[in-house]
């Protein structure tokens, strides 16, 4: 079956610009994972969602990052007024149970803020 | 603060040789452990997980576990240049959600 994907694939944003990274977990998994990965650095957590419910977002660096999965589908990243330190690869991981053990990454949106 | 370290490298090995990879953690109670590959541009890709002392083999990966030293590592035998990439070593604790905390990762290079 189709696995996770992303998009866009990549996005270049000027400063200031708000971005909506979008994430199609696997059909059927329960939790969905956003990860930033820094270029040389594993990827970091951001936040979690079971189903619609965002039960953990300790990892979002600032207010200006928001995420929502109102369906418990699809997920949406937004960054508001975009800024250098946000260029990063966005990942998005989902698992099929409410562990988040066994995570299947999407390709990533790569964002590049001058 | 829970960490995760392995040294970036780059391992070079010659094809054939065993890659040996390692990762320590730093929180006691972790109980599950993960071994990604990524290669270059793309997403990370579990190749391993492992839940218990020892070894654990798969093919020409064999993962090992001593959560007494907090030490898992990866060995690579027969290691091909199709197996050049970032290798993320990923430990969770239980409560919550497992949440994944990832190393930075060991970029490992394989010449013919």
């Known amino acids: 079956g189709a696995g996770v994907s992303q998009s866009p694939r990549y996005k270049v944003a000027k400063r200031g610009q708000d971005v909506a990274l979008r994430c199609d977990p696997i059909?059927?998994?329960?939790?969905l994972f956003w990860y930033q990965q820094a270029l040389g650095q594993g990827p970091e957590f951001l936040t979690y969602f079971q189903n619609e419910a965002q039960l953990d977002k300790s990892g979002l660096p600032s207010d200006r990052f928001f995420a929502e999965r109102p369906e418990g589908s699809v997920s949406t990243l937004k960054i508001q007024r975009t800024q250098q330190e946000d260029s990063a690869v966005y990942l998005c991981?989902?698992?099929?149970?409410?562990?988040?053990?066994?995570?299947?990454f999407g390709p990533g949106t790569r964002l590049l803020v001058l | 603060q829970k960490e995760v370290e392995q040294n970036s490298g780059p391992l070079s090995v010659p094809e054939g040789a065993i890659a040996s990879l390692n990762c320590t953690y730093s929180?006691?109670?972790?109980?599950?452990f993960f071994w990604y590959r990524q290669y270059s541009g793309k997403s990370p890709e579990l190749i391993m997980s492992?839940?218990?002392?020892g070894d654990k083999e798969d093919g020409r990966f064999t993962a090992q576990l001593n959560k007494a030293s907090q030490y898992v590592s990866l060995l690579i035998r027969d290691s091909q240049p199709s197996d050049s990439a970032t290798y993320l070593c990923?430990?969770?604790?239980?409560?919550?959600?497992?949440?994944?905390?990832f190393g930075r990762g060991t970029s490992l290079i394989v010449h013919p």
């Open positions: 991981a989902s698992s099929l149970g409410r562990t988040g053990e066994t995570q299947y």
């Open positions: 492992i839940y218990s002392n």
């Open positions: 059909s059927g998994h329960v939790s």
């Open positions: 929180d006691r109670g972790s109980q599950s």
């Open positions: 990923a430990v969770t604790t239980p409560g919550g959600s497992y949440i994944p905390t």
